[in-house]
């Protein structure tokens, strides 16, 4: 279904672009009303129906009466304070979903602008004092561990400690995102683009990785971040990692050097960029209970996204802070990987089912984690050879995680399946996915 409705406002964009380039009309304010006229129909159309939300321009304020910089496109919720002779409101931003600047033209030149009004929210939200569902998955999915294993936060490494609390702060500010209708010409050119742009900026302060947007398009393509909500790939320890989690079988000779434990910030994708937009769009929705995931409908195509931006959080002089690494790729190279790939549960052995199975029965006692010298659990294996040969692959499909010794499942409802032709399956039986591909592959 996202498929066919991301299509369908592609469609419903390039129609509309097409007939306001016609217009006759040279006066800027007004043809940036038109495309932001444009922008707030296609959020509308992306929206389910049914909901008591609301597309809007205006400011986003918070209870200290602070005031960001006017925004283009705001997806509001309750009610917000009209500015008297405007069409513009004053949202509370703990009232505000989403965040849309809006450019005809998204180039090196317009891409400053945009950056920094929608970096203009960050310090409106004020942190709660508890988590949320969201952060919790995001945490799962890319430091590979839950977030209430932490006795003491502060405890952590530093690399692990802040990508932690940007995971958290993506988790309860609005999602930022720059929509350019006309731009660049290749993906390759607005890769480089942005790096350069970096480049300039990474000695000024607002360029961490909570401050980039979540999403800039420019034309067809699109630059966004991996902060697990949706996407997001597990930290890597080393270049074999790297790769095999993107997918990338070839080890291009521009790549340079990689550290330990990066995060895949930043990637690009040269197609539809409508389906990102509504990828990001519904699963805050989703998050935040206003719609049930099922809308997402039959999605078994994943996005084959392209690693631009690795970063890790590093110390020097008795100072915190980010260190970045351009994920380089050529232009060739880009072209030569597929858009999608299809998704599938992953495949174990008989030994992974036996660990799954007794992870899952110890949480249904109240259990949420064991330790690897667990006597029940080597009874079950024979042997912690066994435990210690087995685990990697469960902890690569984010299956597990395994912190100073200790166990836990990351799954919300971790099925184990076996299949008629003998072969075990494994994946979280919360995803939607998992029931469509078996539906799909095994009928009775």
């Known amino acids: 279904m996202i498929s066919t409705v991301a299509d369908l406002l592609d469609a419903l964009k390039h129609q509309e672009v097409k007939m306001l380039d016609e217009q006759k009309i040279?006066?800027?304010?007004?043809?940036?009303?038109?495309?932001?006229?444009?922008?707030?129909?296609?959020?509308?159309?992306?929206?389910?129906?049914?909901?008591?939300?609301?597309?809007?321009?205006?400011?986003?304020?918070?209870?200290?009466?602070?005031?960001?910089?006017?925004?283009?496109?705001?997806?509001?919720?309750?009610?917000?304070?009209?500015?008297?002779?405007?069409?513009?409101?004053?949202?509370?931003?703990?009232?505000?979903?989403?965040?849309?600047?809006?450019?005809?033209?998204?180039?090196?030149?317009?891409?400053?602008?945009?950056?920094?009004?929608?970096?203009?929210?960050?310090?409106?939200?004020?942190?709660?004092?508890?988590?949320?569902?969201?952060?919790?998955?995001?945490?799962?999915?890319?430091?590979?561990?839950?977030?209430?294993?932490?006795?003491?936060?502060?405890?952590?490494?530093?690399?692990?400690?802040?990508?932690?609390f940007t995971l958290y702060k993506e988790s309860i500010l609005p999602i930022r995102m720059a929509l350019g209708y006309h731009g660049f010409t290749s993906e390759f050119s607005f890769r480089e683009?942005?790096?350069?742009?970096?480049?300039?900026?990474?000695?000024?302060?607002?360029?961490?990785?909570?401050?980039?947007?979540?999403?800039?398009?420019?034309?067809?393509?699109?630059?966004?971040?991996?902060?697990?909500?949706?996407?997001?790939?597990?930290?890597?320890?080393?270049?074999?990692?790297?790769?095999?989690?993107?997918?990338?079988?070839?080890?291009?000779?521009?790549?340079?050097?990689?550290?330990?434990?990066?995060?895949?910030?930043?990637?690009?994708?040269?197609?539809?960029?409508?389906?990102?937009?509504?990828?990001?769009?519904?699963?805050?929705?989703?998050?935040?209970?206003?719609?049930?995931?099922?809308?997402?409908?039959?999605?078994?195509?994943?996005?084959?996204?392209?690693p631009l931006i690795l970063a890790k959080a590093i110390e020097q002089n008795g100072q915190s802070g980010w260190h970045y690494e351009y994920f380089a790729l050529s232009e060739k190279f880009l072209n030569s990987i597929p858009l999608s790939v299809k998704w599938k549960p992953v495949e174990i052995n008989m030994e992974q089912a036996v660990i799954l199975t007794y992870l899952g029965d110890q949480e249904r006692k109240g259990l949420f984690s064991i330790s690897v010298t667990d006597s029940g659990l080597l009874s079950e294996l024979k042997s912690r050879d066994l435990l210690d040969k087995n685990l990697d692959l469960l902890m690569k499909a984010n299956l597990v995680s395994l912190e100073d010794g200790i166990l836990r499942l990351l799954t919300q409802e971790c099925a184990v399946i076996v299949m008629p032709d003998g072969r075990f399956l494994a994946w979280d039986n919360d995803d939607p996915r998992l029931m469509d591909w078996l539906r799909l592959n095994y009928r009775p």
Request: aromatic share 10%.
């Open 193 to 306: 683009a942005f790096i350069n742009y970096l480049g300039r900026n990474l000695q000024s302060s607002g360029y961490s990785p909570v401050d980039l947007p979540n999403l800039i398009i420019s034309d067809k393509y699109s630059l966004i971040k991996l902060s697990g909500m949706p996407y997001g790939i597990p930290i890597f320890k080393n270049r074999q990692d790297m790769f095999a989690a993107f997918g990338l079988r070839d080890d291009p000779d521009d790549v340079p050097p990689v550290t330990t434990d990066l995060w895949a910030l930043y990637a690009s994708y040269p197609a539809n960029p409508m389906l990102l937009f509504l990828q990001l769009l519904w699963t805050r929705l989703v998050y935040n209970e206003k719609v049930s995931g099922k809308i997402f409908g039959l999605d078994l195509d994943v996005e084959f996204v392209r």
């Open 26 to 164: 040279t006066h800027a304010p007004t043809i940036g009303s038109m495309y932001e006229g444009l922008t707030r129909n296609i959020l509308e159309l992306a929206l389910p129906i049914g909901l008591d939300l609301k597309v809007v321009s205006g400011f986003i304020t918070n209870k200290k009466g602070h005031l960001s910089k006017q925004i283009d496109c705001m997806l509001v919720k309750g009610e917000g304070e009209n500015i008297p002779y405007t069409d513009n409101y004053k949202y509370d931003v703990e009232n505000v979903i989403a965040i849309v600047e809006v450019k005809k033209n998204l180039y090196s030149s317009e891409l400053d602008s945009a950056y920094k009004n929608l970096a203009s929210i960050q310090s409106l939200q004020e942190t709660p004092q508890s988590g949320n569902i969201l952060f919790a998955s995001a945490h799962r999915q890319i430091l590979q561990s839950d977030p209430r294993d932490y006795v003491d936060i502060n405890q952590l490494p530093l690399w692990k400690r802040l990508i932690g």
